[in-house]
């Protein structure tokens, strides 16, 4: 069965500081991987994908992730973390269809002044 | 811009109580499904539609029922409501049911309490 981890509930970094979220999947092919990002009091928003070719992805707002088949991770990354990056962000896990994504548990973000 | 709009956002009932939460999206997406959202727990598909008067049911299905008349509106009915059910709610829709036509976008969610 297909599952999602995302060991860290909580994280806090000061602004300015590097990010690193990790997530950790079981599937039984090659999945479809997305992080999400939730704002306080607002729905989810797309930050990036991966469905095959260049392990290391872009995404919106200056965010990274990579794909790295032989640890079962899609871990994101951002160089700089602004205020405004302080959100609930989830890992998802998911096949060919839209029915089929498993979300993580979520980490939530502080960002210290 | 309304992109998927739900209400309420935020609701109380008491045991046995029925109501329902509206969703309308207003991309022309074919493809619509509703979650709901437990603290530790991520997120978890409760039903969807891939169209006008086709519905079926998610991982959690129990004490929802949903249907989907127009291509624009998408229901969630709980007919009897149970503490269990004291969750936040969203509505996302996406073009088609594949994952590559289109990403999933969400509504801002609605906050539902039962006593």
């Known amino acids: 069965a297909q599952s999602v981890t995302q060991p860290d509930i909580h994280i806090t970094v000061s602004e300015g500081a590097s990010l690193e979220l990790r997530c950790n999947y079981s599937?039984?092919?090659?999945?479809?991987l997305f992080w999400y990002v939730q704002s306080p009091g607002q729905g989810l928003q797309l930050l990036l994908k991966y469905f095959s070719g260049d392990t290391l992805v872009q995404g919106i707002k200056g965010f990274e992730a990579e794909f790295k088949r032989s640890q079962s991770s899609f871990n994101l990354r951002k160089p700089s973390v602004h205020w405004s990056d302080a959100a609930e962000y989830f890992c998802?896990?998911?096949?060919?269809?839209?029915?089929?994504?498993?979300f993580g548990a979520g980490t939530r973000l502080t960002v210290k002044p | 811009n309304a992109g998927v709009t739900q209400t309420p956002k935020f609701q109380v009932l008491k045991t046995g109580q029925s109501m329902t939460l509206q969703c309308a999206q207003d991309?022309?997406?074919?493809?619509m499904s509703w979650y709901r959202q437990d603290p530790g727990m991520g997120l978890r598909l409760i039903h969807y539609?891939?169209?006008?008067?086709?519905?079926d049911q998610g991982e959690v299905p129990n004490g929802y029922n949903v249907s989907r008349s127009t291509t624009e509106d998408f229901p969630l009915r709980l007919l009897s409501a149970a503490p269990s059910q004291t969750s936040v709610y969203f509505c996302?829709?996406?073009?088609?049911?594949?994952?590559?036509?289109?990403?999933?976008?969400f509504g801002e969610g609605s906050r539902l309490t039962v006593l």
């Open positions: 599937y039984g092919a090659t999945p479809y």
């Open positions: 996302a829709s996406s073009l088609q049911l594949t994952v590559r036509t289109g990403e999933l976008f």
């Open positions: 998802v896990v998911g096949g060919y269809n839209n029915n089929d994504m498993r």
């Open positions: 991309m022309n997406h074919e493809y």
């Open positions: 539609s891939v169209g006008a008067g086709i519905t």
